[in-house]
């Protein structure tokens, strides 16, 4: 069982940057590979950014590449979301997540934390 705690969310202004935490439980994290997701008021939960957690190799989302980076930390046990240049349309609910895989489709991914909300004014 892996618990998910995310942290760093808040209201930013547009092209602000935000780093949104994410500390798991797993006694061995670096077996899994985490992604972050998220999901906007009356949308689908989509997928943001990923990281295998054994050999470091990233998937990014067309909507964030260049703007957001996505790094771990095995030894903390900690996921980052580095997120530059936000704009409004970023404003969604971020969850964590963790995974057998890297992926980009959210049912590949058992555990997830309880979201934390990113807010872009314009």
């Known amino acids: 069982q892996v618990q998910l705690v995310e942290s760093g969310g808040g209201l930013v202004q547009a092209g602000a940057s935000l780093r949104l935490s994410c500390a798991a439980s797993?006694?061995?994290?670096?077996?899994?590979?985490a992604g972050w997701f998220r999901q906007a008021p009356g949308k689908e939960r989509e997928f943001v950014a990923a990281i295998s957690g054994s050999s470091g190799a990233t998937s990014y989302a067309d909507a964030v590449k260049g703007r957001f980076t996505i790094s771990g930390d095995n030894a903390k046990k900690t996921v980052s979301l580095q997120m530059n240049s936000l704009k409004p349309e970023d404003t969604a609910v971020y969850y964590c997540?963790?995974?057998?895989?890297?992926?980009?489709?959210?049912?590949?991914?058992?555990?997830w934390g309880q979201g934390t909300q990113v807010t872009v004014s314009s």
């Open positions: 997540a963790a995974g057998l895989d890297l992926a980009t489709k959210s049912y590949r991914y058992s555990y």
């Open positions: 797993a006694r061995t994290f670096g077996v899994y590979a």
